[in-house]
Nanobody, 121 residues
Framework: QVQLQESGPGLVKPSQTLSLTCTVSGGSITTSYYFWNWIRQPPGKGLEWMGAITHSGSTYYSPSLKSRTSISRDTSKNQFTLQLSSVTPEDTAVYYC?????????????WGQGTLVTVSS
């Protein structure tokens, strides 16, 4: 069964770049026909889809975050990464990685546990 685990710093200073890594086990990010997504949930708010990378390496981004977001992958480690530049306190959220069959839709039931990232000086 596919399992995902987020990792990275829990505290980022304003104007810096937030970087997170999702390690995937139980399935290959290069051969499984999934979208590999990043989703976040700010405190007291709903889930926000940020973007995804496919098994072929194609990337898709939320229009509201596209200018600051970069998703990449390390196939040798079966990992994909999120970079969010120029962060502000509004970027404080629990960040999740999750597989789906349609980008921002048809998510599988198994997500990463999520990791809280706080943007503060």
């Amino acid at each position: 069964q596919v399992q995902l685990q987020e990792s990275g710093p829990g505290l980022v200073k304003p104007s810096q770049t937030l970087s997170l890594t999702c390690t995937v086990s139980g399935g290959s990010i290069t051969t499984s026909y999934y979208f590999w997504n990043w989703i976040r949930q700010p405190p007291g708010k709903g889930l926000e889809w940020m973007g995804a990378i496919t098994h072929s390496g194609s990337t898709y981004y939320s229009p509201s975050l596209k200018s600051r977001t970069s998703i990449s992958r390390d196939t040798s480690k079966n990992q994909f990464t999120l970079q969010l530049s120029s962060v502000t306190p509004e970027d404080t959220a629990v960040y999740y990685c999750a597989p789906s069959q349609g980008g921002r839709s048809n998510f599988l039931e198994v997500w990463g546990q999520g990791t809280l990232v706080t943007v503060s000086s």
